[in-house]
């Protein structure tokens, strides 16, 4: 005959969260010997099983008594078991009744927030519910991270304002939001006839709901290659431009008001049947977006580059329409970004930082659709923290894993304001052959130059290379240019390796290798596209010839007088060369012989030249004179 089980008793409690909603409790005091059966009140599924102690899981908030019996008898229930909840915390206008939120809260206003003179700070919760009469104001740079769903009564008794820069960020997919939000973005420095790129954070967001004292709304047409008036609806996912208000004055600053249902969870936007076709593509979310995680999340769908466009110079008119200048894209994948304009520049809306990788709310960009009929898709998992800013500020560090990267930035530029910039970088996961997370080809929309690295016939604006990192490698670089001019090849920025890595650019046009660390490379050059004039490498070594670098000023050339006077000093000078800007060869001396050289026998008509002047030692120096 089978004894009656002793009492069982409570061991250690776990809590439910707003991570796993069930909690748990140890039971003590089971029968020793034979195998018992524990019952609950309210009923759970009964455990059966052997040994003294067990724990009872998946147990929903709520008090408990739990029985063991064996085959005849039953014990005594255990004494009151409570497994807790989550804890709501309210906003009462003036502070919170359960100290600082946490994500293991569920958080209630049901008075206006913040209160006056309250400093700005993240708010975290599992749920967020905004009660009538409460008018909440996230603002700019803060956070309101809700796990779960987000419920705002109906308007105009409660409101959720975020302002520009704020972010709402949620985790749970499955999360279904209620009510109304008031998303900000304020874009600044509007000119005539500009255009700022734009996605909705909200639902069923109307171009007519915006405020903006513009008519003009325009979505990308894939089968024209041009721009249409679009819909009244925004669709989420999806790019458009807006165009500044239809009269000034200008420049003028601006806040967008996006109004509707947040955002949130798997989201969707459809590519076009045909593969290979750009298309405009937005943030959905009134957060930022991990660029990174978006481009990994759908490389079986997307090229691995994304385009941002930035517009900094001025307009101009030729009598029948608007003319778009030195503009470009900026450019961003797993290697890194570029900028799309100078720094100290004014593009609207979004600046002239290179992008950092976080997408801020509200942007849009071009990417190329790889693979037609498929979904572009956005989850939650991409989205940031914080780190909104605007559109590709430089912010804090990516959350996600962190690669090896060694790159270098150079800029080709001239005195009037053309501007290219493009990157190199060797990469962990990259190797030397194309692949597009890594490698963006040049979207070249500059009406003046282009600049990029070229590998196996491609022209890439990013490009990523194999690690380990040689310094023996050697990557040629291109540029085009519809203008005749003088234009400058220099550093922009570096890291990992190459803050102390030696960065030489070879011109093989002028024969020599210039030390890119000490100063910036100025070259005179016709119109046209020059893919075999530069290499960049990374040692002065060269193939046969002199194997060091005479100083800036080893060989000067000056003009005075009506003449042009070159001297090398200490070494002898065997032959001049001297082009003008379209490259044309204007006189050629050769045997000199002597340290010093005046020409006085070319006719002066203030251009450009190119003097190229060859030493015994074999050492090249290239100089450009106003003559």
């Known amino acids: 005959m089978n004894e009656t089980p002793t009492q069982p008793t409570q061991g250690t409690i776990t809590a439910a969260t707003c991570a796993v909603p069930t909690g748990s409790v140890v039971l003590n005091g089971l029968p020793a010997t034979g195998t018992w059966t524990i019952e609950s009140n309210p009923i759970t599924t009964p455990i059966t099983g052997t040994g003294t102690t067990t724990t009872i899981s998946g147990l929903i908030p709520n008090n408990y008594t739990f029985t063991v019996s064996n085959a005849t008898c039953t014990s005594v229930a255990s004494a009151n078991i409570t497994i807790p909840g989550l804890v709501t915390n309210t906003w009462n206008g003036t502070g919170w009744s359960n100290g600082t939120p946490t994500t293991d809260q569920n958080i209630i206003f049901t008075g206006s927030y913040p209160a006056p003179a309250t400093p700005s700070v993240d708010i975290n919760s599992c749920s967020c519910e905004i009660k009538p009469n409460a008018n909440v104001v996230i603002r700019s740079g803060s956070t309101l991270t809700v796990i779960n769903s987000l419920t705002v009564a109906p308007t105009p008794t409660a409101s959720l304002k975020f302002e520009d820069q704020a972010s709402l960020y949620q985790k749970n997919d499955n999360a279904i939001n209620s009510g109304v939000i008031t998303y900000e973005r304020f874009t600044k420095s509007m000119k005539d006839q500009d255009y700022v790129y734009w996605s909705s954070p909200v639902v069923g967001q ?8 513009t008519y003009s709304y325009f979505a990308y047409d894939i089968a024209t290659d041009n721009w249409l008036h679009a819909a009244d609806n925004m669709e989420t996912g999806r790019g458009y ?5 239809n009269a000034g004055p200008f420049p003028y600053n601006q806040t967008i008001v996006f109004n509707g249902i947040p955002n949130n969870g798997a989201l969707t936007l459809a590519t076009p049947t045909s593969t290979d076709k750009y298309i405009l593509v937005g943030n959905p979310y009134p957060s930022a977006l991990s660029a990174d995680d978006f481009l990994v999340g759908n490389k079986d769908v997307l090229e691995g580059t994304l385009y941002f466009w930035s517009r900094i110079t001025a307009l101009s008119n030729d009598g029948t329409k608007w003319k778009y200048a030195s503009n470009d894209y900026a450019t961003y994948n797993l290697t890194g970004g570029v900028t799309g304009s100078p720094a100290g520049g004014n593009a609207s809306g979004s600046g002239s930082a290179k992008p950092t990788g976080k997408i801020g709310a509200g942007q849009s960009f071009f990417v190329n659709a790889v ?7 956005f989850k939650n998992s991409m989205r940031v923290a914080g780190e909104n800013t605007q559109f590709y500020r430089s912010s804090k ?23 290219k910039q493009m990157l190199i970088g060797y990469i962990e996961g990259a190797t030397n052959d194309y692949e597009s997370i890594y490698d963006g080809l040049s979207y070249n929309a500059n009406a003046f130059v282009d600049f990029y690295s070229i590998n196996k016939g491609k022209e890439f604006v990013i490009q990523g290379r194999a690690l380990p990192f040689k310094e023996t490698d050697l990557v040629p670089l291109g540029y085009s240019s519809t203008i005749a001019d003088s234009f400058t090849i220099g550093i922009d920025n570096v890291d990992g ?10 011109d093989k046009v002028a024969g020599i290798i210039h030390n890119l660390r000490e100063r910036d490379y100025t070259f005179t050059t016709a119109k046209g596209t020059f893919n ?12 046969g ?14 003009v005075a007088n009506k003449a042009i006077k070159i001297n090398a000093f200490s070494q002898t000078i065997d032959k001049v060369f001297i082009y003008d800007v379209s490259g044309k060869l204007i006189y050629k001396k050769e045997k000199v012989g002597n340290p010093t050289l005046t020409i006085e026998n070319l006719t002066s008509s203030n251009q450009v030249l190119l003097v190229k002047v060859v030493l015994d030692n074999k050492h090249v120096e290239t100089k450009k004179v106003i003559f």
Do not use: H, P
């Open 497 to 506: 390796s190459f803050t102390t890595q030696g960065i030489y650019l070879e």
């Open 206 to 213: 109307k171009f007519s709901k915006l405020s903006l004292g």
């Open 532 to 543: 075999d004039r530069f290499v960049l490498r990374y040692t002065n070594k060269t193939l």
């Open 545 to 558: 010839t002199d194997e060091f670098e005479l100083g800036e000023n080893t060989v000067l050339v000056a």
């Open 241 to 245: 431009i807006i165009k500044s208000r």
């Open 371 to 377: 693979k037609g009929g498929a979904n572009v898709v």
């Open 397 to 419: 560090n990516n959350k996600t894993t962190a690669l090896e990267k060694n790159r270098v930035w150079l800029n080709l530029t001239n005195k009037t304001g053309a501007f």
